[in-house]
């Protein structure tokens, strides 16, 4: 290991590096029973998964300030819940369609969500936590809250209308908001270069006198020490952000993907710069972990995950009466 590369690992600390080694792994094991678990077909409806992408939420949930900042995602939204804290459990509840899920079983895959621990969804509809996102920086701006948004968002969605609309808005109220595109390459079975005019995302920041930056998704150190920086100028200067977060998924864009739009060779190489396995290699090598403190860890996790699937099956289905609650939002007097 290089000297800046160690010392930047003990800048970090032991507890952080060891939290997001197990943050990750907690995401990748868990993704891996989703995928059996719908074969299985206890999960119904859509199911994308995060895996390879785990550096990127990881990073982000260890740099931001828990009381104050906030994250929105798209559907690929399993493990930005799990990195925010929300417990396997209700996850995986929720994907069962289960009462104890986080929204008691009627939003499945695509609608994890916890306001206490600043997770605000779990979004559809391609693009549409842009604009919601902007809407959470304002409230931000007028409370004075000094808290900032982090927006997630693929690279299928940046061609939409809302964005701009949205970026051009961040700037002139001096929002903080961070749009942060998570880049994997494709949009559905799309390559980025037959749908975008150009490659850096970046470029479009200047349009909106916007900072911006490119970031190396695949390396959880990065992205955490990048995306500390970004933040505190976003809370303390009310800036806001484009960065492109350069990434990649293993799996097909949901459960009924394929994949055949890429060669093998293409997904080996990005495995070869797994997020997971290059933290692992970098902290065995700093002599933060042992091979078999690792082991110990991953059956730990592999344990937790299976635990979280008991509690799924054992968790009753939803009430017929439920279905016409949470329609409607509660009137608030005044
Ligand atoms: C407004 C809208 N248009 C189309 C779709 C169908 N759709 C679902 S995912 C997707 C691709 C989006 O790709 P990207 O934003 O790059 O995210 P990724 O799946 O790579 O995480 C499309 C077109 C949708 N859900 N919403």
């Not at 990881?58 to 925010?84: C, E, N, S, W």
């Not at 986080?102 to 969500?113: E, W």
């Not at 998704?217 to 990065?222: K, S, Y």
């Amino acid at each position: 290991m290089k000297k800046e590369r160690k010392d930047e690992l003990a800048k970090l600390g032991g507890e952080l590096l060891h939290t997001m080694l197990y943050d990750m792994l907690l995401i990748r094991r868990f993704e891996e029973k989703s995928a059996q678990m719908y074969g299985l077909k206890k999960i119904g409806g859509f199911c994308h998964l995060y895996n390879g992408q785990e550096g990127v939420a990881v990073g982000t949930a260890q740099a931001m300030d828990r009381d104050k900042d906030y994250v929105l995602t798209a559907y690929r939204d399993h493990g930005h819940a799990i990195a925010m804290g929300m417990d396997p459990k209700v996850v995986m509840a929720e994907l069962f369609g289960k009462i104890t899920g986080c929204s008691r079983g009627k939003g499945g895959s695509m609608h994890m969500f916890d306001v206490e621990k600043h997770f605000l969804g779990g979004n559809g509809i391609v693009g549409a936590q842009i604009p919601i996102a902007t809407g959470v920086g304002f409230y931000q701006m007028y409370t004075k809250s000094k808290g900032a948004t982090v927006c997630f968002f693929g690279d299928g969605a940046i061609h939409q209308g809302a964005f701009h609309e949205s970026l051009n808005m961040s700037r002139i109220w001096e929002l903080p908001v961070i749009y942060a595109v998570e880049n994997n390459g494709f949009g559905m079975g799309t390559s980025v270069r037959r749908a975008s005019a150009i490659e850096d995302f970046t470029l479009k920041a200047p349009g909106y006198d916007m900072k911006s930056a490119t970031i190396n998704g695949m390396d959880v150190v990065e992205m955490y020490s990048r995306m500390g920086e970004i933040l505190s100028d976003a809370r303390e200067n009310g800036q806001s952000y484009l960065l492109d977060v350069k990434t990649y998924r293993y799996k097909g864009h949901s459960m009924s993907d394929p994949a055949k739009y890429r060669t093998k060779e293409e997904l080996e190489s990005y495995k070869q710069q797994d997020p997971i396995l290059l933290l692992k290699a970098d902290m065995i090598d700093g002599g933060y972990i042992s091979d078999e403190e690792f082991k110990k860890l991953d059956s730990d996790i592999k344990v937790r995950v299976q635990e979280s699937v008991d509690f799924a099956e054992e968790s009753a289905e939803p009430a017929l009466h439920t279905i016409y609650e949470d329609v409607l939002a509660e009137a608030h007097n005044g």
